[in-house]
T-cell receptor
Framework: GESVGLHLPTLSVQEGDNSIINCAYSNSASDYFIWYKQESGKGPQFIIDIRSNMDKRQGQRVTVLLNKTVKHLSLQIAATQPGDSAVYFCAEIFGNEKLTFGTGTRLTIIP | ETGVTQTPRHLVMGMTNKKSLKCEQHLGHNAMYWYKQSAKKPLELMFVYNFKEQTENNSVPSRFSPECPNSSHLFLHLHTLQPEDSALYLC??????????????FGPGTRLTVL
């Protein structure tokens, strides 16, 4: 499944499939990006980050891709599990400025 | 757990009440933050403290009063709130504010309801 971030706030994916959550960021000069996961009743949890001098970074079952040309960030989750159900936020930062968060995408895993 | 704790987890208060939210971080960080999270809105930064000094007040009404006695503790004092102040209030910490690639770690939040 694939979302377009702020314009499609929900995404449903079959358990075991891969998920792609997209985010369009606003500042072309932003140099650091973070993906957060927020489960119901909890605060946002750091998942993975990437600096602007990279195009791709991999973690455990997650990959973040950065396309600076179109100011686009995506989070790929491999083999989604029920525990992946949450709201996912991207955040950007420029220099020493504060983090700017998106509104998030709610990911629902269908058993 | 993220190492950032918040109490209480839930709070219901009347508009004339005075209450306080507490945040404690066990990560050895020097910066602490208060955010407001309302439904279908991005996280709103309220206050930033760096080495116990307030470095940012994001045009927050005076009915919200922060206090940072040391780098590990942060309070948000509430008085004469309005129903529209009902939200999830999140505390976060990082190594230091304005650190560029400095990641913020969040607590579980306090769900506040103002009647």
């Amino acid at each position: 499944g694939e979302s377009v971030g702020l314009h499609l706030p929900t995404l449903s994916v079959q358990e075991g499939d891969n998920s792609i959550i997209n985010c369009a960021y606003s500042n072309s000069a932003s140099d650091y990006f973070i993906w957060y996961k927020q489960e119901s009743g909890k605060g946002p949890q750091f998942i993975i980050d990437i600096r602007s001098n990279m195009d791709k970074r991999q973690g455990q079952r997650v990959t973040v891709l950065l396309n600076k040309t179109v100011k686009h960030l995506s989070l790929q989750i491999a083999a989604t599990q029920p525990g992946d159900s949450a709201v996912y936020f991207c955040a950007e930062i420029f220099g020493n400025e504060k983090l700017t968060f998106g509104t998030g995408t709610r990911l629902t895993i269908i058993p | 757990e993220t190492g950032v704790t918040q109490t209480p987890r839930h709070l219901v208060m009347g508009m004339t009440n005075k209450k306080s939210l507490k945040c404690e971080q066990h990560l050895g960080h020097n910066a602490m933050y208060w955010y407001k999270q309302s439904a279908k809105k991005p996280l709103e930064l309220m206050f930033v403290y760096n080495f116990k000094e307030q470095t940012e007040n994001n045009s927050v009404p005076s009915r919200f009063s922060p206090e940072c006695p040391n780098s590990s503790h942060l309070f948000l004092h509430l008085h004469t709130l309005q129903p529209e102040d009902s939200a999830l209030y999140l505390c976060a910490s990082s190594q230091q504010a304005g650190g560029g690639t400095d990641t913020q770690y969040f607590g579980p939040g306090t769900r506040l309801t103002v009647l």
